[in-house]
């Protein structure tokens, strides 16, 4: 396995002896090729072993889970008795900023270990270890996610006040935080975080999971600043992993920096060839979480042809495999949206499968804004009366599915959002200019109570852009002005919006 080696990064293995402390000066970091590097002491007498066990840290700390499982496991077949490789076998169960968990599998892998917490603490080879071990206990102890979500922060914060020394469980203390709230951002727990994980950033500065956190506790409009160093550190350290590479994207698109987005998600889709991947990572082929973030920071750039093609190959992965459809529909409607070739071949697509009420919210919205934009008022009517449709439709389903989760809620709005949107613009249309912006300012007051959602736009025409253009269109510049300045503060130097502030401003 070949992996592109950064400079500067030391290589010296720390060989702790079982059940040594930390010291309070910390000990060379050890370097996880592609990856970073970091310092854990494990106990084993296998150097193998604590090589298999450092990369499946360094993976658990990037978010490449299955990789992390994998290495971990490896620790166990050539150290059936090392305590912390189960640990980290448990702990790669744990999606906690994703709002994820599995605890089955994390207390089957326990289990393995010994049959019983108590047997566990009894096996452990260090007090240390035992200690890390009755953290885990309490993640997939008894009790709701939310409630076990609350023990283990504090059991974490607890462990890295007992080993002030240890960086690592400072920060699997600050991922705790970050994972807290169930998925909803949190500015003051994560600002907590942000300080735990950038302190260790700077005494570690290819720990690869400190940049990691930092950027994770800092990637909205407000905060991105504070993560624009850990984003270009993130990108030295890790090379070889297609999340982090991506993860710096988010700092960049919260600032507006496309050409930095863009070089980001080339490096995570493999489209640059000075990458080196991971085996079995692949691009999406055209879909996917990265390629969206491509297809935006094109489109940003005005890279108009750039965009097309990632688009027409995620088109053609979607009519043959419906389970791209989601991903085809948002990439086109961004481009419709950014575009503006309401009446060009783009505007007239419609995919294979359309099913879910979710991507039917944004395809009949996409498509009825276009149709109102070019005049086609039947088409941009049905497209309402669809929409509304849809949005009922995803309503019953989350109440079908007995979730009332942050995501949903936010799904939700975003579809009464689309609503009030297409009706304000075919109502415009139609020159019927004040019921239009009555719902436009309805749009902006329902879309500002959204919880920030990092990425693309979440309502793909935001919409202090949307009420903007309509106030400019009735030549009330002061207002337009206003809502083109809230606009750039959620959607840094989106272009629509720099567009629309400087002809409020009175550009041509």
Not at 326 to 337: F, N
Not at 437 to 463: E, T
Not at 483 to 495: G, K, V
Request: hydrophobic content about 45%; glycine content about 6%.
């Amino acid at each position: 396995m070949k992996h592109r080696v950064q400079s500067g990064l030391a290589v010296t293995l720390v060989l702790v002896a079982a059940g040594a402390p930390l010291s309070a000066q910390q000990p060379t970091a050890v370097e996880v090729p592609g990856l970073g590097a970091l310092v854990f002491p494990v106990s084993t007498a296998s150097p193998v072993a604590r090589s298999a066990f450092l990369r499946g840290a360094m993976l658990l700390h990037l978010f490449h889970y299955d990789e992390a499982v994998a290495a971990f496991r490896s620790a166990e077949r050539l150290d059936p008795g090392m305590t912390m490789a189960f640990w980290g076998e448990a702990m790669a169960s744990n999606y906690g900023v994703w709002d994820e968990q599995f605890p089955d599998s994390a207390r089957a892998a326990l289990a393995r270990f010994a049959p019983t917490a108590a047997a566990r603490a009894a096996k452990a080879r260090s007090q240390r270890e035992r200690d890390y071990l009755a953290t885990v206990e309490v993640l997939y102890g008894a009790g709701s996610k939310p409630h076990r979500d609350t023990l283990y922060a504090a059991a974490m914060a607890k462990l890295s006040q007992q080993y002030p020394a240890d960086d690592e469980a400072k920060l699997f203390h600050a991922l705790a935080l970050l994972s807290l709230n169930q998925g909803v951002r949190d500015t003051a727990t994560y600002r907590r975080a942000y300080l735990i994980a950038n302190d260790v950033l700077r005494r570690q500065p290819a720990h690869s999971g400190a940049a990691h956190y930092v950027i994770h506790a800092t990637d909205d409009p407000d905060h991105a600043g504070a993560g624009l160093a850990a984003a270009r550190s993130l990108a030295r350290s890790a090379p070889a992993a297609d999340h982090a590479q991506h993860m710096t994207s988010h700092i960049f698109m919260a600032r507006g920096m496309w050409q930095d987005l863009v070089a980001a998600n080339q490096r995570a889709t493999h489209t640059d060839a000075s990458g080196h991947a991971m085996p079995g990572m692949t691009s999406g082929k055209g879909c996917g979480h990265y390629n969206s973030w491509l297809h935006y920071g094109y489109l940003s750039l005005g890279r108009t042809a750039m965009a097309t093609a990632l688009l027409q190959q995620c088109q053609r992965r979607a009519s043959s495999d419906s389970a791209f459809t989601g991903d085809a529909i948002a990439m086109w409607s961004r481009q419709l949206l950014d575009t503006e070739a309401w009446a060009g071949p783009d505007a007239m697509w419609r995919p294979t499968t359309l099913t879910d009420p979710f991507d039917r919210q944004t395809w009949y919205f996409a498509h009825g804004y276009a149709a109102a934009k070019r005049g086609d008022s039947a088409t941009a009517a049905a497209d309402l009366k669809a929409l509304r449709q849809a949005n009922a439709e995803a309503a019953a389903l989350i109440v079908r599915r007995g979730n009332s989760s942050p995501e949903d809620r936010a799904d939700a709005q975003r579809g009464a959002v689309l609503e009030l949107e297409l009706d304000g613009v075919i109502r415009l249309a139609r020159h019927d200019t004040f019921a239009a912006q009555q719902r436009l300012r309805r749009a902006v007051l329902l879309s500002d109570s959204i919880p920030y959602a990092f990425g693309p736009p979440f309502v793909d025409k935001p919409a202090h852009e949307l009420l903007g253009e309509a106030l400019l269109a009735t030549g009330r510049r002061d207002e337009a002005a206003r809502e083109f300045a809230r606009a750039l503060h959620e959607t840094p130097n989106r272009p629509l919006a720099l567009r629309g502030a400087a002809r409020a401003a009175g550009a041509k």
